[in-house]
């Protein structure tokens, strides 16, 4: 079976059992509340969140949840000790899903990539010339 192409955030959310819909939810909300500018898309067939540049994309697996940044990543120097209980890759969070969600711990990795994008904004443009 294929897996499915989703075109919407609530669509990706609605494919999962109620309690893991319920847990998105809480990780969206985070990062609504965080970032209400923030634009939700798709990418990579998961929601993202974008402003200047991305903020972070999550997704549901069978027994956790991730988070996802694209580089810099430095949130994992940053919130290296609030991570520590939590299995990390290069790019990557994983949180069980039997646990609660932390909630605080999300709205400030996305306050805080929203933050680098803005400080980061003029290195990813290309600055266009105009004509003369």
């Known amino acids: 079976m294929a897996n499915p192409k989703f075109e919407t955030p609530e669509e990706y959310i609605k494919s999962f ?3 893991v819909q319920d847990v998105l939810k809480k990780v969206r909300g985070a990062v609504k509340k965080a970032v209400p500018d923030a634009e939700e898309v798709i990418s990579y067939n998961v929601p993202a969140f974008k402003t200047t540049g991305w903020i972070l994309y999550y997704s549901a697996y069978t027994n956790h949840f991730s988070i996802s940044c694209p ?10 000790e609030e991570l520590s209980a939590y299995k990390t890759s290069k790019s990557a969070i994983q949180f069980p899903l039997d646990e609660p969600v932390p909630v605080k711990l999300i709205t400030d990795i996305a306050k805080f990539r929203a933050k680098e994008n803005l400080e980061t904004e003029p290195k990813n443009k290309k600055i266009k010339k105009r004509a003369a």
Do not use: R
Request: aromatic share 24%.
């Open 17 to 19: 059992a109620k309690p």
């Open 71 to 80: 580089p810099p990543f430095t949130i994992f120097d940053v919130f290296k």
